[in-house]
């Protein structure tokens, strides 16, 4: 036995074998994608990119507001009109994880639960993992 490196035909060999054995588990299939945007006077101003992944979980893995609309509740409008979609979708559950510099008190704000933490000292930073249910 030896390790490889992995062409593409191989990897989406070993993703669907991955996939197949999480059926067994997975019980339902949601899917879905929330992309969303603020805009000022035509200018995109904020964002958020979430995905629906296994057992109805959305995974939000972008939320961004300019610097200068920041404070402003521009996110939090993202965030309530993420979970109201997110329910139309079938979602009952969020999951996000965010860097010391962004938005822990954000989120904890909106409500959502850390679930988990680490700090790495060396390199200079945190990072959390959130949750919310949302049905």
């Known amino acids: 036995m030896k390790i490889i490196d992995l062409n593409d035909e191989q ?13 067994s588990y997975i019980t339902y299939k949601v899917d879905g994608r929330i992309r969303i945007g603020m805009e000022d006077a035509g200018k995109l101003i904020g964002g958020l990119d979430a995905c629906i992944t296994t057992f109805k979980i959305l995974y ?31 979602v009952n559950t969020i999951r996000l994880d965010t860097f010391n510099w962004q938005g822990k008190d954000f989120y904890e704000a909106m409500g959502y639960k850390c679930v988990g933490q680490y700090a790495n000292a060396e390199d200079g930073y945190s990072e959390y993992f959130f949750m919310k249910r949302i049905a």
């Open 11 to 23: 990897l989406e060999d070993i993703e669907s074998r991955l996939e197949e054995y999480d059926e």
């Open 60 to 90: 939000v893995s972008t939320v961004f507001v300019d610097e200068k609309y920041r404070m402003q509740g521009i996110g939090a409008q993202l965030i309530r009109e993420m979970e109201k979609r997110a329910l139309e979708l079938g």
